[in-house]
């Protein structure tokens, strides 16, 4: 069976052709965008410079930099418009959520900047507000001036932008990654076998519960109706992502109460992120996805934990710090259209679909299998997770009011960014693990590693990314 696959999977010259074109599109370049050159943009050169300063120090920790274009940033989500043909309207809509993004992420680079080489930008440019008024108000002033500039001129320069990928081209070259998926395709395969076979196994373990402070009937039970941009893209201010993210708020159970099974609040100490079991946190992050012809709405629950204990003498996958997302996918309508989880290394993509959901594996040898298991489905579920590997073993619905062993706080993910949690990098120190000397041929940079949103390859077979817009329909989810 072993020499029958491998005529499948190698198909040299098709590879080559690949590569050559992987390798010339890393090496091309995005000009700037053509400006109305007026009074607003004269701030462009001290924009720049800080733009620069925050990326040497804290690198990028929110969405991708644009070459060129301090006052925008893109993503996987936003760059899925890249293709249609926008209307000014549209156009104005795309580049104001890519202008909001850009601030986001600049305003919180710019923390990590040491105080004397921030005093200097000031004096070098005369700067008489703080770095982070003047983010605001000049990546505004350039976005108006980006506004004024002739559509058509716009549209062509948003037709060269690209976002980067998680995968490393050339560990896939040096690794042979043709051969090495073989093996590598039957691990993934025995591993989910594995998880299925623990599925449901719930009866008789000392769950701990960990709560939101309102469960179940005390929630509020209405449908937030948000403003939605030219896009379509629901246009929802602190307040109703709050209520949403509190609505859908999950509670987590787990079978064990030692310290490497107690979700906490990551903090800073000295040059190390510890965590604080005392105090529990669920952290949350909106994103947005497509399904068929709407925008759907992406509610993300993070936990953490200290460590991801050893299991065994050489356990690979072991180390410090481990996290896990529990994604709900609602509709146009705020509906539950499906249920999806990794740990924030990017590893174990698992899919949870409401009972009578369409689905179609995929088999092809040159992909990753995704499994997927049915489930109730309600506005709030608990989570149960198996004790040390924190892997998701079942989803029942909330249906009473439950008191927790322990409540927890809802807290945004940007303070994780702000802490800061992550390196230049985008990864959490120390999180490193022993399977990255043995997985780097697939191409996933530092697997195992705990990483920012943005950087999740969910693959080692194939090209997968959590923020792929259109995941569910990549996967199998049938339309």
């Avoid at 929630?219 to 379509?232: F, G």
Wanted: charged content about 20%.
């Amino acid at each position: 069976m072993f020499t029958r696959k491998i005529p499948k999977l190698i198909r040299w010259q098709a590879l080559v052709a690949l590569l050559i074109s992987l390798l010339v599109s890393a090496c091309t370049t995005t000009t700037p965008p053509p400006l109305l050159v007026n009074q607003q943009t004269s701030c462009l050169p001290a924009l720049t410079q800080l733009n620069q300063l925050a990326h040497e120090h804290a690198g990028t920790l929110s969405d991708q930099r644009i070459p060129g274009t301090p006052w925008l940033r893109n993503n996987r989500f936003l760059h899925s418009f890249q293709q249609q043909a926008l209307s000014k309207p549209q156009l104005n809509a795309l580049l104001q959520r890519m202008n909001r993004r850009a601030i986001n992420g600049l305003t919180i680079e710019i923390q990590q900047i040491p105080g004397a080489h921030l005093k200097n930008w000031q004096t070098r440019q005369k700067i008489t507000t703080t770095p982070a008024a003047f983010v605001q108000r000049c990546a505004r002033q350039l976005l108006a001036a980006q506004l004024l500039t002739p559509a058509s001129t716009t549209q062509q320069w948003r037709h060269q932008l690209d976002v980067a990928t998680s995968y490393s081209t050339l560990q896939r070259i040096l690794g042979l990654y043709p051969l090495a998926a073989i093996p590598f395709r039957w691990g993934v395969i025995n591993e989910q076998h594995e998880l299925q076979e623990q599925w449901g196994k719930t009866e008789g373990k000392p769950w701990t519960i960990y709560a939101p402070h309102q469960t179940g009937k005390t929630q509020t039970q209405h449908v937030i109706k948000p403003r939605k941009d030219a896009l379509n893209i629901p246009l929802l201010n602190r307040q109703e992502q709050q209520r949403l993210f509190t609505q859908h708020a999950p509670s987590w159970l787990i079978d064990s109460q030692s310290s490497a099974n107690i979700p906490g609040t990551p903090y800073r100490q000295a040059d190390k992120i510890s965590v604080d079991t005392n105090k529990q946190t669920t952290y949350t992050h909106l994103s947005f996805g497509r399904w068929r012809d709407q925008i759907t709405t992406q509610l993300n629950y993070i936990i953490w934990f200290t460590e991801r204990p050893a299991l065994s003498t050489f356990d690979w996958v072991a180390g410090k710090h481990d996290a896990v997302i529990f994604r709900v996918h609602l509709d146009a309508t705020q509906n539950i259209l499906a249920y999806d989880s990794i740990h924030l290394c990017g590893c174990w993509y698992r899919l949870f679909l409401p009972e009578g959901t369409p689905f179609q594996a995929k088999e092809a040898d040159n992909s990753e299998p995704v499994t997927v298991e049915y489930i109730r489905a309600a506005r709030q579920m608990r989570v149960y997770l198996s004790r040390d590997t924190h892997q998701i073993i079942d989803l029942k619905p909330v249906n009473d009011i439950q008191t927790g062993t322990r409540n927890y706080q809802l807290q945004g993910f940007d303070q994780l960014l702000r802490l800061p949690a992550f390196n230049r990098a985008g990864y959490v120190p120390q999180s490193e693990r022993t399977e990255r000397w043995f997985f780097w041929p697939m191409g996933v940079r530092n697997p195992g590693a705990v990483r920012r949103f943005g950087e999740h390859a969910i693959s080692f077979i194939g090209m997968r990314h959590f923020d792929d817009p259109y995941l569910l329909r990549e996967v199998g989810v049938q339309q």
